[in-house]
């Protein structure tokens, strides 16, 4: 196979915004973790309280990232944690009819 002559452009990595592994691991483990919905800054708090701080850039491109693989939704109280459908279910909404 041939290697391209360029690197690929980045999709969520920006300047200032480039939040390390643990920073995502971090993040992935409060939204689990969560008993419900978890706002921005009260996700901020807990890593706070963890011992783990980020800037807003860096927690948005976290979020950007896991909402672009279904991880992570947000709705109009906060991001929630999506925990990954079975197989049968993926079948099922794919082959599905549509109402």
Do not use: C
């Not at 643990?22 to 807990?46: F, K, M």
């Amino acid at each position: 196979m041939a290697q391209s002559a360029h690197a690929p452009r980045t999709e969520f990595s920006r300047p200032g915004a480039n939040p390390t592994l643990e920073t995502i691991e971090y993040i992935r483990t409060a939204l689990r973790e969560a008993d419900g919905p978890l706002s921005r800054n009260q996700l901020l708090a807990v890593l706070a309280r963890w011992g783990h701080s980020t800037t807003r850039q860096s927690l948005n491109a976290v979020i950007a990232f896991l909402g672009a693989d279904g991880s992570v939704a947000e709705g109009s109280k906060g991001l929630i944690w999506v925990p990954p459908a079975s197989i049968p279910l993926v079948e099922i909404i794919h082959k599905g009819e549509r109402l």
